[in-house]
């Protein structure tokens, strides 16, 4: 079940792409189509489509007008208001349902980053993310509940929530989780939070331009973007981090050569792949490439000469 808003026309309307896989031989079933505020009192909206199901996979795209709706915002905007969308197919052996929170907003980002948040500038004030050294806690969270772990003793061990929680209280808007996938609980939590999110693809500097590897390398693109694809949360996809096509230093760290097409094919197909299924948000290629990664007293020199840098559109890493 993948959604998406279309806030342009009147009134709005939300689309869906639903994914039926049947089992028995071609068939009608009844689509109940459910939109119903999750967080907020008000009116929920609801209609009804005759679906006409091939055997085997089909895919179909619906569209229901949603008056009066009230825009996902992020937290020093406004309020994040989401919805619980249903879609329920209903034939002569029962009911199958999927469900999926959602929140009508839009995103624009022009040249030189300038950002745009349902159709108002915005400057977006962030911080790279990653929830623990050890990312099997976050997702078998009862191993840091324990009051013997060095961050545990929390109910439940949540990391996100309160990770969330403490980022709003530092006056941020919006994380980057880097170079890795977190669990759909993250995502959510910055759902509810009303927190910006730039997702990256988990990749850091170089691989194989083998033709299996890039092969590989779309269908877990592809899994990624539709597995968090209803977020409204998220506002910005990364297919790569430090990608060797833009990266001399790179060579020179191993011992070799710089080849500047190295990855450049493999990139530009995932910036092609995340296009197509997802045009609504922004894509970036190559972080390193036009946003800025700065290090003084990291790599070298010391932290006061940042005083000195140039100012960059944007800076995904410091």
């Given at each position: 079940?993948?959604?998406h ?6 009134p709005?309307t ?18 109940e189509f459910r ?9 929920p909206?609801?209609?009804s489509?005759t ?5 085997g ?11 009066d709706i009230r825009?996902?915002q992020p937290?020093?905007?406004g ?9 329920s197919?209903v ?7 999927r ?9 624009k ?11 108002l500038s915005?400057?977006p004030?962030?911080?790279n993310?990653?929830p ?13 509940s ?12 949540d990391f996100?929530?309160?990770d ?10 919006f ?11 993250f ?5 509810r ?15 194989s331009d083998e ?6 390398a779309?269908r877990q ?14 506002v ?17 760290q ?6 500047p097409s ?5 990139d ?11 045009p609504?948000r922004?894509t ?6 036009g ?7 990291w790599?070298?020199g010391?932290w006061?000469?940042?005083?000195g ?7 995904t890493e410091?």
């Amino acid at each position: 079940l993948l959604l998406h808003a279309d806030m342009a026309s009147q009134p709005p309307t939300l689309h869906a792409e639903l994914t039926v896989r049947n089992r028995s031989r071609k068939q009608l079933a009844e689509l109940e189509f459910r939109c119903t505020p999750e967080n907020f009192k008000g009116k929920p909206h609801s209609a009804s489509f005759t679906l006409e199901l091939p055997e085997g996979e089909s895919v179909h795209s619906i569209q229901m007008p949603v008056k009066d709706i009230r825009p996902w915002q992020p937290w020093d905007r406004g309020f994040p208001h989401l919805y619980q969308v249903t879609a329920s197919l209903v034939d002569g052996a029962g009911t199958v349902s999927r469900s999926s929170l959602f929140g009508f907003r839009t995103i624009k980002v022009e040249a030189g980053f300038r950002w745009f948040i349902n159709g108002l500038s915005y400057f977006p004030r962030g911080s790279n993310y990653l929830p623990s050294q050890w990312l099997a806690e976050t997702l078998f969270t009862e191993a840091a509940s324990g009051k013997e772990h060095p961050f545990g003793g929390g109910a439940g061990g949540d990391f996100f929530s309160r990770d969330v929680a403490l980022a709003k209280q530092a006056n941020l808007n919006f994380l980057r989780v880097h170079a890795h996938i977190l669990p759909p609980e993250f995502h959510e939590a910055c759902d509810r939070v009303g927190m910006l999110v730039w997702q990256d693809f988990p990749f850091q500097w170089g691989y194989s331009d083998e033709p299996e590897f890039r092969t590989e390398a779309e269908r877990q693109m592809q899994a990624m973007i539709t597995g968090l694809y209803n977020h409204p949360s998220i506002v910005a996809w990364c297919c790569h981090n430090e990608s060797p096509c833009d990266a001399p230093w790179m060579a020179g760290q191993a011992g070799g050569l710089y080849d500047p097409s190295h990855n450049r094919d493999l990139d530009e197909r995932l910036e092609t792949v995340v296009r197509e299924l997802d045009p609504m948000r922004y894509t970036h290629r190559n972080s390193g490439t036009g946003d800025g990664h700065a290090y003084p007293g990291w790599y070298v020199g010391h932290w006061r000469d940042f005083q000195g840098l140039p100012g960059a559109p944007l800076l995904t890493e410091y």
